[in-house]
T-cell receptor, first 118, second 113 residues
């Protein structure tokens, strides 16, 4: 069965330091991978996605993610964290069994709370 | 501005009292769906719709109904809410094609007492 794992419930980092939020996936085919961020009392905002091509994907707010097929990972990174980056981050994979368009279902990880200290 | 709009954003209701959460998108997207978010479980799909009058169950459809009479609207109906439906609900939409980004509304906090 398809699944996404975010092994860390919370990541703490000091402002100005690099941050990494981990994500691994398990799917039967080639994955389409996404990162979303949820700020307090706000909806899910799209950060970036990997569909094909360059394994390093750049997204909004200075975030980037690297697709590693051999390790089945798609870790989110940022070179220098800001206090305003503090939020809940979700990794998600598009269900490859339905690439034909029968559903737009995303399979989500359980989320990682990023806390950036001043 | 492209957006997915949900209402109400916050609701406290009593067990058994029918309620509807509305969802509207202005991007002319074919696909719409509903998710619920629960602590430790991430987001799980409730129902989805490929287009007008075409809907199907997601992973957790029990206790919910949906309809898609117009392309832009996709309401979520709880005929007889129960406390285990207390959750944060998200409506989402996207265009055709697996690589398309899915856009989410701002969420609806529902408490059933």
């Amino acid at each position: 069965a398809q699944s996404v794992a975010q092994p860390e419930d919370q990541v703490n980092v000091a402002e100005g330091n690099p941050l990494t939020v981990k994500c691994t996936y398990s799917v039967s085919g080639n994955p389409y991978l996404f990162w979303y961020v949820q700020y307090p009392n706000r909806g899910l905002q799209f950060l970036l996605k990997y569909i094909t091509g360059d394994n390093l994907v750049k997204g909004s707010y200075g975030f980037e993610a690297e697709f590693n097929k051999s390790q089945t990972s798609f870790h989110l990174k940022k070179p220098s964290a800001l206090v305003s980056d503090s939020a809940l981050y979700f990794c998600a994979v598009r269900d490859p069994a339905n690439y034909g368009g029968a559903t737009n279902k995303l399979i989500f990880g359980t989320g990682t709370l990023l806390a950036v200290q001043p | 501005e492209a957006q997915v709009t949900q209402n109400p954003r916050y609701l406290i209701t009593v067990t058994g009292k029918k309620l509807t959460v509305t969802c509207s998108q202005n991007m002319n997207h074919e696909y719409m769906s509903w998710y619920r978010q629960d602590p430790g479980l991430g987001l799980r799909q409730i129902y989805y719709s490929m287009n007008v009058e075409v809907t199907d169950k997601g992973d957790v459809p029990e206790g919910y109904k949906v309809s898609r009479k117009e392309k832009r609207n996709f309401p979520l109906i709880l005929e007889s809410p129960s406390p285990n439906q207390t959750s944060l609900y998200f409506c989402a939409s996207s265009g055709q094609g697996a690589g398309n980004t899915i856009y989410f509304g701002e969420g609806s906090w529902l408490t059933v007492v």
